[in-house]
């Protein structure tokens, strides 16, 4: 078996990478019908099928995935080859696929990446929002913002900032309720709950420099998303226990305080992580020192 054409497999991973041939063939210039002669040519070559197609659906095979993985890195290193030979930071080229919380990412990654993208116009993003925990090497993801300890030893992490998460409530509220001086004092409060996968977080673990205490909470009104208590919350329903980089604008514009301050759970880690094994493309490592850079001051805190 021979590979002659080196860009049948660029194209067969823009076509994994978009989620169809119609998509790869727009982004590389190229016409549908270029796209499906070159993934032929790629198949009789391997001989092997490498994606399953209908009118409807393209599904790539178990076979496929496996030749994805061999194929990814080897690009990475003829990329990387490429980059040596040019001059500047203009050389920097190729898609970066990055998947980040929702309320995170939809703010404060996608302001990272417009601002990337003015230094690196020619790096392409494929940016997926979501509070569920991906699977780097499943999803064929590049990076992904945790909020969160590293569990996993597969991955490399590199520490953004610290998530703290705060007690807050809005003025209203606290003009009819009343201001708790003391963390006890939360459970006479309406407080606004998490619940993720039915399990609701009843229980409030708060430190000061001195002491712990682990208040024990009981509330009707619990949503499985952020935003949806930040609402609440803004709109006078409860004291809330939200994430600083969540709520800080709302803080600036005096619809929601901070109450007792001295008070707050315990930190974790934002981090930018990646698959371990792999070749790092230098536009994966100009964007994580990027990023390391841009929230060295927390963009929620400037």
């Known amino acids: 078996m021979v590979l002659r054409n080196l860009e049948d497999l660029s194209v067969f991973i823009?076509?994994?990478?978009?989620?169809?041939?119609?998509?790869?063939?727009?982004?590389?210039?190229l016409s549908p019908t270029t796209v499906s002669k070159q993934i032929a040519r790629l198949e009789k070559n391997l001989g092997i099928v490498l994606f399953v197609r209908n009118t409807r659906s393209l599904r790539i095979t178990p076979e496929g995935k496996l030749i994805a993985e061999k194929v990814r890195a080897a690009l990475t290193l003829v990329e990387e080859a490429a980059e040596i030979a040019k001059d500047g930071n203009e050389s920097l080229t190729g898609l970066i696929r990055l998947t980040a919380p929702v309320p995170l990412g939809r703010t404060y990654v996608t302001e990272a990446i417009a601002e990337f993208r003015k230094k690196y116009p020619s790096v392409g993003f494929i940016l997926h929002l979501t509070d569920k925990v991906v699977d780097l090497y499943k999803a064929e993801m590049d990076l992904a913002i945790r909020v969160a300890n590293l569990t996993d030893s597969r991955l490399i992490a590199r520490r953004l900032s610290e998530n703290k998460r705060i007690l807050v409530a809005s003025p209203n509220y606290l003009k009819l309720h009343g201001e708790p001086q003391d963390p006890e004092e939360l459970a006479n409060h309406n407080c606004l709950l998490f619940s993720a996968s039915g399990n609701k977080s009843t229980i409030w673990s708060l430190h000061n420099k001195k002491n712990t205490k682990a208040i024990s909470l009981s509330s009707d009104l619990i949503a499985n998303n952020g935003d949806v208590l930040r609402t609440w919350c803004a709109a006078g329903l409860g004291i809330a226990l939200r994430e600083t980089?969540?709520?800080?604008?709302?803080i600036r514009s005096n619809k929601l305080i901070q109450i007792l301050p001295e008070w707050q759970e315990e930190t974790s880690p934002i981090?930018?992580?990646?698959?371990?094994?792999r070749p790092v493309p230098q536009r994966i490592k100009s964007f994580i020192e990027f990023l390391t850079e841009e929230w060295k001051i927390p963009p929620w805190d400037k």
Request: charged share 20%.
């Open 14 to 29: 823009r076509i994994i990478d978009t989620g169809s041939f119609t998509a790869a063939a727009r982004t590389l210039g």
């Open 245 to 250: 980089w969540d709520v800080a604008g709302l």
């Open 271 to 277: 981090n930018v992580v990646r698959a371990g094994k």
